[in-house]
């Protein structure tokens, strides 16, 4: 038996797959799936290429089960929604979507109450209380409200970049924006940011820019990553309105990359809920995907989680 999970991001998509005890034997990545952003067909595309991958990597020609987390989504998929997704490249009957909260919280809690918090190219919450019950916060999207994500951070610095070059509050940003767009002046970068293929992802990756200048104490992104960080905050405090006071688990790229992020948000946390636990998850939201799909097939998940552990990279 051979089991893939799936983290699908909007930038990029990690896989792993494993054998009906829980024992990892292969890895793969591909392109991210959000359609939401990049469109249904591209986001089809992107998996059947991870899947052929980590299948050549796993020196197999089937699998019997995916379980994929979807950053499009933010509960399980309606049967609509699975259909369209899969196409003519998957079958829905062993294919699993969800969303990738839900996933990153398997991995992060293996199974057990908590809230996860991922901040990468978008932003969301999504926690599991004693009872069981699950519940969501953020993840509205960069057209509606993906405040505290990279998407947040990175456009961010790009409008205070335009705001330093017109006169207002001076920074650092300003040069590194210009620079990051590889342009002469701020004023070329009007046709690269509404050219057809310009996507959200890469105003995401400039959220780097805030976190390098705010290290060198620039006031401005200081701001930045201080108001991006209390959003995140505000979802953990939304979530933990419901739940109670739970562990909380962080993920994703401006978690992992943005040491001023971080301690922002512990702040803010600690100001809101103080003695709430902040730590990393116990395992990657691709393990927490391959639960789910261990779960669904009537595996022996306590097995298969303890061997998951051991064999996880």
């Known amino acids: 038996m051979l ?15 494993c054998d009906e005890k829980g024992n990892i034997v292969a890895h793969a990545e591909c392109g991210g799936i959000n359609y939401n952003a990049v469109g249904m067909y591209a986001a089809r595309e992107a998996l059947a290429a991870g899947v052929d991958s980590i299948l050549d990597a796993a020196g197999a020609d089937w699998y019997d089960y995916l379980a994929v987390g979807m950053s499009a989504l933010d509960g399980e998929a309606t049967e609509s929604e699975l259909l369209q997704f899969c196409g003519d490249s998957f079958e829905s009957s062993r294919t699993y979507l969800h969303s990738d909260a839900h996933m990153t919280l398997l991995g992060a809690t293996a199974g057990g109450a908590g809230i996860v918090l991922i901040s990468g190219t978008g932003a969301m919450g999504a926690a599991i209380d004693e009872a069981g019950r699950e519940y969501a916060a953020g993840g509205w999207g960069y057209l509606l409200n993906d405040e505290g994500s990279g998407f947040d951070i990175g456009s961010r610095a790009v409008r205070a970049a335009i705001r330093a070059s017109e006169g207002g509050e ?32 890469q105003l995401a990756s400039a959220a780097r820019l805030a976190d390098m200048a705010a290290e060198n104490g620039d006031g401005v992104a200081l701001k930045i990553l201080d108001e991006a960080a209390e959003s995140m905050a505000f979802v953990a405090n939304s979530l933990l309105s419901r739940t109670g006071d739970l562990p909380i688990y962080t993920y994703g790229g401006v978690f992992e990359h943005s040491a001023t992020y971080n301690r922002r948000f512990a702040g803010h946390i600690s100001r809101l809920r103080p003695g709430v636990s902040i730590a990393k998850p116990k395992l990657r939201p691709e393990y927490g995907a391959l639960i789910s799909a261990a779960s669904l097939m009537g595996l022996d998940t306590l097995e298969f989680e303890a061997n998951l552990e051991k064999t996880a990279k």
């Open 170 to 201: 001076q920074t650092l940003l300003l040069d590194m924006v210009t620079e990051w767009f590889g342009v002469e002046k701020l004023r070329d970068i009007i046709p690269v940011i509404y050219s057809e293929g310009f996507k959200p992802s």
């Open 3 to 17: 089991l893939i999970g799936v983290d699908g991001g909007g930038t990029h998509s990690r896989l792993a797959a």
